[in-house]
C-alpha cells in the first residue's frame, strides 16, 4: 500500500522559501494514473489545496498561491517537492502532500508536517 | 472558487448513533464529491468519492449521497473509532476546495 512522507524544515524566516519533499513508498510516482498534489492547513480552518504535478512535470496551482508556488517531481528518488516564495506569518499551516486520481479523489496522504514562518 | 460550508461544526454522539453530516457547495459540482476522515497527527482517509461511493476497505457503516450542490455523509452506527473530523472535498472545478469540517466527539 503506497506510503507518502512529507519532510523539510519545521521553521522558515519570513521572506524565505518554504521547500518541502514528499517521499512516496511502496508505489511509483512514474505511474500515468496519478497526480501528486500539495495541500496545506491553518489551524482551524479548511484545507487549502496549493496545486499539483503530474511525473511528466506538468503541473496545476491555485491561483491565489501560483505566483510564489513551484511544484516539482523527481521520478529517480521517487519524490515530490513543494517551494513556496516570499514566505510570511501566514503562510504558518500544516502541509500536507497527497495521491489523487481519477477525478482527483485524494487516496492517500502524508500525515503533514508543520512549518512556522517566524524569525 | 467553489465555496464548500459544512453543518454541523460539531457534534457529540455516542456510540452506536446514527451520524448525519452535510455539505453544501456555492455552485454545482456535479458528483464530483469526496468525503475524508481526519484524526490528529495521522494521514486524513478517503472514506466516499463521487459522492456515494464508498472507498476500498472502508466499512460499510458509512454512505454517502447527493449531487449537484448538497451532499450528505452518513455513519449509520458510530464506533469508538469513528471520533474524528470529517471535510468534504470538491474536485468538479479547480481550484480544488474543502469545506472546514465536522469534528464529531463523544458525547
Known amino acids: 500500500q503506497v506510503q507518502l512522507q512529507e519532510s523539510g524544515p519545521g521553521l522558515v524566516k519570513p521572506s524565505q522559501t518554504l521547500s518541502l519533499t514528499c517521499t512516496v513508498s511502496y508505489g511509483s510516482i512514474s505511474s500515468d494514473s496519478y497526480f501528486w498534489n500539495w495541500i496545506r492547513q491553518h489551524p482551524g480552518k479548511a484545507p487549502e489545496w496549493i496545486g499539483y504535478t503530474y511525473y511528466s512535470g506538468n503541473t496545476y496551482y491555485n491561483p491565489s498561491l501560483k505566483s510564489r508556488v513551484t511544484i516539482s517531481v523527481d521520478t529517480s528518488k521517487n519524490q515530490f517537492s513543494l517551494k513556496l516564495s516570499s514566505v510570511t506569518a501566514a503562510d504558518t499551516a500544516v502541509y500536507f502532500c497527497?495521491?489523487?486520481?481519477?477525478?482527483?479523489?485524494?487516496?492517500?496522504w502524508g500525515q503533514g508536517t508543520t512549518v512556522t514562518v517566524s524569525s | 472558487d467553489v465555496q464548500m460550508t459544512q453543518s454541523p461544526s460539531s457534534l457529540s454522539a455516542s456510540v452506536g448513533d446514527r451520524v448525519t453530516i452535510t455539505c453544501r457547495a456555492s455552485?454545482?459540482?456535479?458528483?464530483?464529491l469526496h468525503w475524508y476522515q481526519h484524526k490528529p497527527g495521522e494521514a486524513p482517509h478517503l472514506l466516499i468519492y463521487a459522492a456515494a461511493n464508498l472507498q476500498s476497505g472502508v466499512p460499510s457503516r458509512f454512505s454517502g449521497s447527493g449531487s449537484g450542490t448538497v451532499f450528505t455523509l452518513t455513519i449509520s452506527s458510530l464506533q469508538p473509532e469513528d471520533f474524528a473530523t470529517y471535510y468534504c472535498?470538491?474536485?468538479?472545478?479547480?481550484?480544488?476546495?474543502f469545506g472546514p469540517g465536522t469534528k464529531v466527539d463523544l458525547k
Open positions: 455552485q454545482t459540482v456535479n458528483n464530483y
Open positions: 472535498h470538491q474536485s468538479y472545478s479547480a481550484p480544488f476546495t
Open positions: 497527497a495521491r489523487s486520481f481519477e477525478a482527483h479523489k485524494m487516496d492517500a
